[in-house]
């Protein structure tokens, strides 16, 4: 069954604690926070004052997703404010490694993010080192985009890389999700899923959760 992790990002601001009551109450598994600079990505979103109150209203992983440059400079903060996961986009760090080293001796998981535009191939080096791929399906910045349906041959390509050297990594895929392409996502070999339109914008969120997870 994949892990499903609706973002945060398409939630109803103006009535966050229905919505983690609800995401609390359902099946979901961690909750996506997105975290954008306005330089990395063309957009501003939360910060870590919001991850601490999301940490607080609930007891799931707090899966934190770094649109930002210089993540490194952030990367404390994140933990303070309870995150259990931490990606950082590839394009952002030239010191990758010590960015993940650094998530990791602050204690939380560390994920490696990758932009639509970069091959899998890149990532060859630092796989061994970390917890977690997120792959975008679009490119980061907002919600309710549409799948790149390429993303299909980039997660054939990771798995393979993650079997052969027998690693434990989850391939996460993030943006455009949706109930009728779910299937093939997890088919091809990924094992989370994010989902913010299809998840807050549904007639039934919670229905619509299970549904992800039945894949
Ligand atoms: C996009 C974010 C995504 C976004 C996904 O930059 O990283 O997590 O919230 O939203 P949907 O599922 O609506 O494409
Ligand atoms: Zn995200």
């Known amino acids: 069954m994949p892990i499903i992790a609706p973002s945060l990002l398409s939630a109803n601001y103006l009535n966050l604690e229905a919505d983690c009551k609800m995401l609390n109450e359902s099946e979901a598994d961690w909750y996506h926070l997105d975290v954008m600079d306005g330089r990395f990505v063309p957009n501003i979103s939360l910060g870590p004052m919001l991850v601490e109150f999301f940490r607080k209203a609930t007891a799931k992983v707090c899966d934190v997703h ?17 995150a259990d996961n ?16 650094q998530i990791k001796a602050l204690g939380m998981k560390a994920g490696v993010a990758v932009n ?3 091959p899998v191939s890149d990532l ?13 399906s679009v490119n980061p910045g907002f919600g309710g985009q549409k799948f790149i349906p390429y993303t299909i041959d980039k997660i054939r390509q990771l798995r393979k890389m ?26 091809s070999g990924a094992d989370v899923l994010v989902a913010g339109n299809t998840v807050f ?4 969120p919670t229905s619509t959760i299970a549904q992800l997870k039945k894949l």
């Open 124 to 136: 060859s080096d630092i796989l061994h080192d970390i917890d977690l791929v997120c792959l975008m």
């Open 86 to 101: 931490l990606s950082v986009h590839i394009e952002a760090c030239p010191h990758l490694h010590r960015n993940i080293q």
């Open 162 to 187: 993650i079997d052969e050297r027998g690693l434990q990594v989850h391939i996460e895929i993030d943006g455009g999700v949706t109930v009728e392409n779910a299937a093939s996502i997890i088919a």
């Open 66 to 82: 770094l649109m930002i440059e210089e993540p490194g400079n952030f990367a404390e903060q994140f933990k303070n404010a309870g």
């Open 201 to 204: 914008k549904s007639a039934d």
């Open 116 to 118: 639509p535009h970069t």
